[in-house]
């Protein structure tokens, strides 16, 4: 819990330092308009606050402990530090640690930030003007109560923006590590119109209304995300779950289809004399003393023991586990695809009885620009068809 709260500290400070580096970028781009600009930056902070978020947890959740596959491997150890391994249960519960303190402290100083600064700001604000003051004068006029307010920062919507896509990645791409994910977005969600609400109403100045065609480069971030959400719940499902593991043992090795022995069958037997001397136990040490006399110890894997011929290889459980992780893999983002295009199909974005009415409207739009023509063309003829009597009249 300590690392998930130091990590916390890292991104949040990352977070501002990505945010400069993606204005100054998007400034040396030149943008032709402030569509083009808002697009650029949007895409740029995405994609470094899409690493900053979510590179610890795809670690933890795809390749912590994925390169090792018994103590005495060789690739045990990276410019001579030991990798890092997951805990003996696995990284399902520590990817739900992970996920759970960065989600919700980010939820959490955020919503502090978004209320305490505007209100740090108008408290200052409204010290340095009762020093300028008048000695005497008691009040001020409600223009001036409003002035002192905290301006509309020109780029606030954008961090509204930000703050949700980013929660709606942390509820889609890992909720199958921490399925209280979507109850703590929408907690936050509640709190965060209430905060809002009072933040644009009592603490900034009256925004000015700008029109908009659409949500920007924000619609196709999220329609990404959903498609990599299902890649990546397919995949925390099958390899840093024991669901697919347990399913194996339950069918395949199990003699009365239950877990039963689960647990003995998921861990392999290792000779502490094959730790190569860089790797081995420091048996000096007071904890190490009490296993001095201990010769084999058992991992997490499945390979063979120690006697085998080919002994620490991976061992055919192992491949069959591999197939199965592989197969449910394909079959689950298919499976997921194929029912969210079904429902794409049978529920449209514009119900029958709205797409009919806009039709008509366009029909009655054409059709009034139609006859407003034809009755200038009429008036235009009618003019000069006078004018030409005019003339003839003058010339007789």
Request: glycine fraction near 4%; include cysteine.
């Amino acid at each position: 819990m300590t690392a998930a709260l130091l990590n916390l500290i890292i991104i949040i400070t990352l977070s501002r330092v990505y945010r400069w580096i993606a204005i100054w970028l998007t400034n040396i781009e030149c943008p032709r308009t402030q569509s083009d600009y808002e697009d650029s930056f949007t895409f740029k902070m995405f994609l470094f606050q899409f690493v900053n978020f979510y590179s610890s947890l795809i670690y933890v959740a795809f390749f912590k402990g994925r390169f090792v596959s018994h103590p005495a491997d060789k690739e045990y150890e990276v410019v001579g530090y030991r990798m890092d391994q997951c805990d003996p249960a696995g990284c399902l519960i520590e990817l739900c640690i992970q996920l759970g303190i960065i989600m919700v402290g980010k939820q959490i100083l955020n919503n502090f930030m978004e209320l305490g600064m505007p209100f740090l700001m108008n408290f200052i604000r409204k010290q340095r003007g009762k020093q300028k003051t008048a000695d005497g004068q008691t009040g001020s006029a409600r223009w001036e109560q409003d002035y002192i307010l905290t301006d509309k920062p020109p780029l606030s919507l954008f961090d509204e923006y930000l703050e949700m896509v980013i929660q709606f990645g942390f509820v889609t791409l890992f909720v199958a590590a921490f399925p209280l994910a979507p109850l703590f977005a929408l907690l936050n969600n509640v709190i965060e119109i209430r905060v809002d609400a009072f933040k644009y109403v009592t603490q900034f100045r009256r925004p000015l209304a700008i029109r908009a065609q659409d949500i920007g480069a924000w619609y196709g971030i999220l329609k990404a995300l959903s498609v990599l959400a299902v890649i990546s719940n397919a995949f925390v499902i099958a390899y840093t779950s024991d669901f697919i593991p347990r399913l194996v043992h339950i069918y395949a090795y199990s003699s009365d289809e239950t877990v039963s022995g689960y647990i003995d069958a998921s861990l392999s037997y290792f000779d502490v004399n094959d730790f190569p001397p860089e790797a081995a136990p420091d048996v000096g040490l007071t904890s190490n003393q009490r296993f001095e006399n201990t010769t084999i110890c058992r991992y997490r894997g499945y390979n063979y023991p120690p006697e085998a011929a080919d002994k620490y290889e991976y061992s055919i459980k192992h491949w069959h586990i591999v197939a199965a992780q592989v197969m449910f893999v394909v079959v689950f983002e298919h499976l997921v695809f194929f029912l969210t295009s079904w429902i794409a199909v049978l529920v449209p974005d514009e119900p029958r009885a709205i797409k009919d009415q806009m039709l008509r409207e366009k029909f009655l739009a054409k059709e009034a620009l139609y006859n407003a023509e034809l009755e200038k063309t009429k008036k235009n003829r009618l003019q000069h068809d006078d004018d030409k009597e005019e003339e003839a009249d003058a010339a007789g």
